[in-house]
């Protein structure tokens, strides 16, 4: 069976520019989390979705959101990007309890 | 935050037992205690859960102290592949899948 797989893999933006990041459940998982990892610090959660509901959300500005779709996979969205927002942006699925399995993120480098 | 606390960094040598101690002394009397890992480039990689009861699977066996404030993971015959940072942790009260990672234990495991 697939893993969860994220898209892009790297990406470079500029800053006050948008980006929209993807991510592809395991099957038959309907939670998606979403989790930004800063070099040298473990991953930080930002949401959690469950059958297309928010659940969850970390403590992130506005211009971060998410949605999750019918087929249960998810985007990641942040508007006006930061240098700080530079980071390895991680999804994981699960199902409603249990352990979370994570993709290999997306690299993120804001300019 | 994180509530649990683990040793920065650790060594051991290939073929050895690796034994990764963290302490948990918050946790409640329904919570799991969960172990991730995550090695260089990749997303962390979940190993073992556990509530009271000692656990044991394929990647490793989990003690917890009688008291649930503390815990080790043991990897039986470490590997230079199990070279990686290693977090213990103690899932948020919310219920979401909100987890704090907190910096975790570099295990380098030496030839």
């Known amino acids: 069976d697939a893993g969860v797989t994220q898209s892009p893999t790297h990406l470079i933006k500029t800053r006050g520019q948008h980006v929209t990041l993807r991510c592809s459940p395991i099957s038959g998982h309907k939670s998606v989390s979403w989790y930004q990892q800063v070099l040298g610090q473990g991953p930080q959660f930002i949401f959690q979705?469950?059958?297309?509901?928010?659940?969850g959300r970390g403590n992130f500005p506005d211009r971060f959101s998410a949605r999750q779709f019918p087929n249960y996979s998810s985007e990641l969205n942040v508007n006006a990007l930061l240098l700080g927002d530079s980071a390895l942006y991680l999804c994981?699925?699960?199902?409603?309890?249990?352990?979370?399995?994570f993709g290999n993120g997306t690299r993120l480098t804001v300019t | 935050d994180a509530k649990t606390t683990q040793p920065t960094s650790m060594d051991c040598a290939e073929g050895r037992a690796a034994n990764l101690p963290c302490n948990h002394s918050t946790i409640s009397g329904n919570e799991y205690v969960y172990w991730y890992r995550q090695i260089h480039s990749q997303g962390p990689q979940y190993i073992i859960h556990g509530l009271k009861n000692n656990e044991t699977n394929e990647m490793a066996s989990l003690i917890i102290t009688e008291d649930r404030k503390s815990s080790t993971l043991i990897l039986p015959h470490a590997t230079l592949r199990d070279t990686a940072v290693y977090y213990c942790i103690d899932p948020d009260q919310t219920g979401a899948n909100n987890l704090f990672f907190g910096t975790g234990t570099r295990l380098t495991v030496i030839p």
């Open positions: 994981a699925s699960s199902h409603a309890v249990g352990p979370l399995h």
């Open positions: 979705y469950y059958e297309k509901e928010e659940r």
